[in-house]
């Protein structure tokens, strides 16, 4: 079965690589670099407390690889596992913060309630008082991105796998309802190759509802523009802290290496669509100063004294629902998209289905069903509500 599989993330190359390992022929192309669009400005988390069983579903079946990772790709990663530390202001959002430890414990997730004193034996740093409850889950952490992007480069590779870069994809061809072709063009190439395939994989994360709408497809995915300033924070925090998310603010931080913290949030009401080809990749110092404050606000590292080193703009590949789109689109277009900045965290398990999608037409791994586009027109979109 030969396979294009458009997008060279991670979740592109955990998609190529397991078509290869099913026994595709694969082409991976990417219109840049091998991961240094939204992969290369993640945070690296990765967890499985999530508000949505499908979410969390995707988190343990993810973890599984990440856990085995350096094991079976060679590649140490960096997997850090801290924990993540999520705190509820009210006792509404304390309320849905237990049945989101029971569903996730129901699935086979380590999480746990905790009180905000008991917060502060995880996050020695937390201020307690603003806080009603914590959700706590040890076995969450954060990786290298970029390092993982290496190792499914070059296992895909391994399995044969024709990886292009500076390459796009110009157009896409149907006969009928079926795609059964693509048009692809090097950098700096007068010419545009003609390639009949047999499935696309749309993995195109920012620019997926570009290649879908190639197709006559409408995809509700828009990239949206979010930030990360890595500071030293007065005092360091520990790299043992948990990553720490005030999830009514949206407020977070984690620990990074000789006492650094990367701090985050989406704290702008306006929220436009952007350009992928053409937005502010850098940090916007206002924000920085506002992450910083607001980090300050629950937990004494971010002092007066906390300096802002640098920082960096990525971008999200959000939905209406927050929920990636996972299905066989059309005959011979697989979607595998629109991860709401989940997109690292999940990849191994995205790229599994992509790849059972194509090769058998469904997926053993979990119950993709509410991944599908339809679902907005049904009326029966997901609710994530720990969106970090």
């Known amino acids: 079965m030969d396979t294009l599989v458009v997008g060279g993330g991670v979740v592109g190359l955990s998609a190529a690589y397991a078509l290869a390992d099913r026994g595709a022929n694969v082409t991976l192309v990417e219109k840049g670099s091998l991961g240094n669009a939204s992969t290369a400005r993640s945070a690296g988390g990765i967890r499985s407390q999530f508000s949505s069983r499908v979410n969390v579903e995707l988190s343990l079946a993810s973890k599984e690889v990440w856990d085995a990772f350096e094991e079976r790709f060679g590649v140490d990663i960096g997997l850090r596992k801290t924990g993540y530390l999520l705190l509820a202001r009210t006792e509404a959002v304390a309320e849905r913060f237990r049945a989101n430890v029971d569903m996730q414990c129901s699935l086979g997730a380590e999480s746990e309630l905790l009180t905000p004193a008991a917060a502060t034996e995880r996050c020695p740093g937390l201020d307690p ?7 706590y889950n040890p076995d969450d952490g954060f990786a290298d991105p970029n390092l993982a992007v290496q190792g499914y480069a070059a296992a895909a590779r391994e399995l044969g796998v024709d990886v292009r870069t500076k390459t796009a994809v110009t157009g896409l061809h149907r006969e009928g309802d079926r795609v059964v072709g693509a048009d692809v063009r090097a950098a700096g190439a007068t010419d545009t190759e003609r390639r009949e395939v047999d499935r696309v994989v749309n993995a195109a994360g920012a620019w997926a509802a570009t290649v879908g709408a190639m197709a006559g497809v409408d995809l509700p995915i828009s990239p949206r523009r979010r930030q990360i300033a890595v500071v030293d924070p007065a005092p360091p925090v520990p790299e043992s802290v948990p990553l720490t998310i005030d999830l009514e603010t949206g407020s977070y931080f984690r620990p990074e290496r000789d006492g650094a913290a990367l701090v985050g949030g989406h704290f702008d009401e306006a929220d436009p669509a952007r350009d992928p080809d ?41 939905t209406p629902d927050h929920h990636p789109i996972v299905e066989e689109t059309l005959p011979g277009l697989v979607t595998v998209a629109g991860f709401s900045g989940h997109g690292f965290q999940h990849a191994p398990a995205a790229g599994r289905i992509a790849a059972d999608l194509a090769v058998d037409g469904e997926t053993a791994l979990l119950d993709a069903s509410p991944l599908s586009l339809d679902r907005f027109e049904r009326g029966e979109t ?7």
């Not at 008082?129 to 959700?135: D, R, T």
């Open 129 to 135: 008082e603003p806080f009603v409850a914590a959700a």
């Open 278 to 318: 053409a937005y502010d990749e850098g940090m916007d110092v206002e924000w920085a100063a506002r992450a910083v404050e607001h980090a300050a606000d629950y937990a004494e590292y971010f002092g007066p004294d906390t300096r802002i080193k640098r920082g960096w703009a990525g971008l999200y590949a959000v």
């Open 382 to 388: 997901l609710t994530e509500r720990h969106v970090a």
